[in-house]
């Protein structure tokens, strides 16, 4: 028996991927792979957490068999990570897999199984891990009303995107303005200088969207951006670091990176001031 689908694919985030680039970085986008449909996310430079945040729909998906065999027990979906290069083929970066969340055309599209949560699933190369997937799977069956049946996509909408969907409210991450600040004290590293002079020079710090913030000289001492994080600590992508050799004509050499995997134990909350005039006058 045919049965007639529609999968959403929300792809909102990847962490801690593998660095492809020699700058120890990636341009990384993801392809999904569902029956004998495929699509891909944007590309986005230079970074190790890419946020996507970005809705793939898979329109007239058609499987065969009983229905409750596709509730229960639905195709797998296939994940994998790319790094664009500029010259020649995408290198592969990793794999990964998912069972999307299956809603029948006769079920309510409510809690507790809709809409879908984001999920880490682990990517792999190989047998090693190589880094994490935010994501979130629903294939909804389209009943005899057509997609006009199909539960709205929930905005929100990004003119500056063109046709790319962003992934809905409700299973988007609700997001707080963070200040991130770094303060080097000071760094133990030997750099064998080349031959040529070397110079102080400013650097750049890569943080989570991609974009780039400027780092002031060592000297200085501190740095700081704000950053749209997720007000669910659990979903914070990691700080990267990376220390470059800077050398003539603007070249960047890497010396070394460190990934700081959780952010909570340095997260600071001012205190509610409500909470404190209650304190002073009760």
Known sequence: EKQVFQLRAHMYQARSLFAADSSGLSDPFARVFFI????????????????????LVFDNVELYGEAHEMRDDPPIIVIEIYDQDTVGKADFMGRTFAKPVVKMSDEQYCPPRFPPQL????????????????????????????????PPIDGPTDMDRGPILPVPLGIRPVLSKYRVEVIALEHHMSIQPSSRTTRKTPTSAIWSSGSKCPLPALDKQHTFAS????????????????????????????????????????????????????????
């Open 227 to 282: 950053q749209d994080l997720p007000e669910n600590e659990l979903l914070h992508p990691p700080l990267n670091i990376r220390v470059v050799d800077c050398r003539a004509f603007g070249r960047y050499t890497l010396v070394g990176s460190h990934a700081v995997s959780s952010l909570r134990k340095f997260i600071y909350r001012p205190p509610d001031k409500k909470a404190q005039h209650w304190n002073m006058t009760g």
């Open 119 to 150: 999920e880490y699933y682990q990517i792999y190369r190989g047998n090693s891990t190589a880094g994490d997937l935010l994501a979130a799977f629903e294939l909804l069956q389209i009943g005899p009303g057509g997609k006009s049946d199909l």
């Open 36 to 55: 004998s449909q495929s699509q891909c996310t944007e590309v986005l430079n230079e970074t190790l957490c890419p946020t996507w945040d970005q809705l």
